[in-house]
């Protein structure tokens, strides 16, 4: 039993970027894979990019055509870059495997003696993988459902036997192309089973995958997107996000210093700000001027445009101080311009994961991201959080714009990008109509683990660049623009008016203290005076006294025969 459980779990990894991720690991080893799916799907370029990365690993492999000529196959491939015809003269093997009808209509037609033949190529070449392509074809021209069921047996018993990883294309049902009612019986067979599809959506193509059966293997079975690029096949499929990530805390400028101390010192590193505003309202030049500061520090950025090319984005920036150039010349910064129309959302996606990991960047800017992801369908609203996934397990800041409608409700997180899930922080930019003008406001919805401003700001950008002004209030309504200067300046000439009126306070009292001031002065010279009279007239009396003293004295002597000397009246004291 848990040998048996063993050989099960054994898997072969195919090399497709993504493939091996939602099937964990690869496809079964030694058991038959279906690939089922309508016209244009991929099943023929996936089935072969698999045998072509284990002919370049050491896995020779056959490739057998039931429907189209492997000559033009290898032509076709050319485009990938996948050196066919390098790899067909040593690990590859291509078999033209269309039987003749008029063979099949005699009912003398079974797979034994193609199984030889592939059987004997097989051991020549040591070939480990073998690719079946289109066997609806082959099997839609038996003369009955037994038959066909017989053959699929003989098929996948063949590939058991043989320990060969099969892989098995066919059409499905809804294609209406095929009789084949794999589903009755083909996909109980084979150990798993792979569905792709190829539509239209809003006139857009689009192909997916879905891992529909996986026997003795976990797998993630929802729908993810098939691209065929310049390299063939490729999944687009991210990996979930770690609720065990280290939030940064450091902070980084938004280019703009006023919005940083509104944020509690700028954005933090490795966190995503959604822009989100009307038409016009300044989106890309916020970030511009957060790639500028970037740029200024050293970090390399990328900037994906969908809305105007480079040149355009280079040009505008620069009209409003913001020189982007130089950085793109040094090579520190890489801005990509891609039409929006040209593919479906998670085709953009996958073209920005490709980007993030040719350039590396610190800082990452998408604008605007609604150009890219539409309402239709759960998935596809909730693919800029998987996005995240990406840029926050690197450490990448990622600056991205919404386009919102002149009459949308800029506060409701319920919007087809799904705000509240991918945004850290939330900045709306909005229009202000008053007296004739429009003005921009800014203000901050959000910004998780930050103490951040709830005040609106007017966003005012001219040739010098950015700046953040204080709004005013009057009679309940918000003034910016030119009635915020007049506003501006009648409390300036107010505030003159007040200053005029204490200066003039200042120099009435410098006045009357002065004045003050000279009375004391005239006063002391006054006490002065007057205490000189006053010390002149006592010397004067004392000298008087003195002299009527000798006076008298002389007058007793001249009286010398009176022994009695007369009594002196009292001094008055002076």
Known sequence: ????????????????????????????????TLLAGGPGCGKTVLALQVLVNGAKNGEPGIFVAFEEDASRIVVNAATFGWDLPDLQNKELFFLDGKPRPED????????????????????????????????DVLLSLLDNPQAERRELFRLNDWLVSNGMTGIVTCKNNDSGLSGLDYKDFMQYMVDCVINLSHEMDDRVAHRSLRVVKYR?????????????????????????????????????????????SMLGGGYYRGSAVLLSGAPGTSKTTLCGIFILAACQR??????????????????????????????????????????????????????????LEAHQPRCFVIDPLSAIVHSEGDTRRRMPEKMLTLTKASGI????????GNGGDSLNEETGIQISAVADT??????????????????????????????????????????????????????????????????????????ANVEYKRRVIELAQSEVNARVEI??????????????????????????????????????GDDTKPSMPLKNDV
């Open 1 to 32: 039993m848990s040998s048996s459980h063993q050989i099960q779990l054994n898997k072969t990894r195919t090399g497709i970027r993504g493939l091996d991720e939602i099937t964990n690991g690869g496809l079964p080893q030694g058991r038959c």
């Open 104 to 135: 099949i209509w005699a009912g003398a037609f079974d797979l034994s003696g193609l199984l030889a033949m592939l059987k004997a190529k097989a051991d020549q070449i040591n070939a480990k993988r073998i690719v079946f392509d289109s066997i």
């Open 216 to 260: 003795g293997s976990g797998f993630y079975s929802g729908e993810v997107t098939l691209l065929l690029g310049d390299q063939g096949a490729e999944i687009i499929a991210f990996p979930e996000s770690s609720h065990d990530q280290v939030a940064s805390t450091e902070r980084i400028s938004s280019g703009v210093p006023r919005l940083d």
């Open 298 to 355: 050293g970090e390399p950025c990328l900037y994906v445009s969908f809305d105007e090319s480079v040149s355009e984005i280079v040009r505008n920036l620069k009209s409003v101080n913001i020189d982007l150039e130089q950085y793109i010349i040094s090579g520190l910064l890489h801005i990509q311009s891609i039409r929006s129309g040209l593919a479906g959302t998670e085709e953009h996606v996958g073209t920005l994961r490709k980007l």
């Open 397 to 404: 800041t990622l600056l991205c714009t919404s386009l919102l």
């Open 426 to 499: 939330w900045i709306h930019i909005s229009y202000s109509i008053l007296s004739g003008e429009r003005n921009r406001a800014l203000s901050i919805i959000k910004s998780r683990g930050s103490e951040h401003s709830n005040q609106v700001r007017e966003l005012i950008i001219d040739a010098q660049g950015i700046t953040l002004a204080d709004v005013y209030q009057a009679n309940g309504e918000v003034l910016m623009g030119t009635a915020r200067w007049q506003k501006e300046q009648a409390e300036i000439a107010a505030e003159q008016l007040l200053l």
């Open 523 to 560: 006063l002391q010279v006054e006490l002065a005076v007057k205490q000189k009279d006053l010390e002149l007239l006592l010397a004067t009396e004392a000298t008087r006294l003195g002299s009527l003293d000798t006076s008298r004295d002389e007058l007793w002597n001249k009286r010398s």
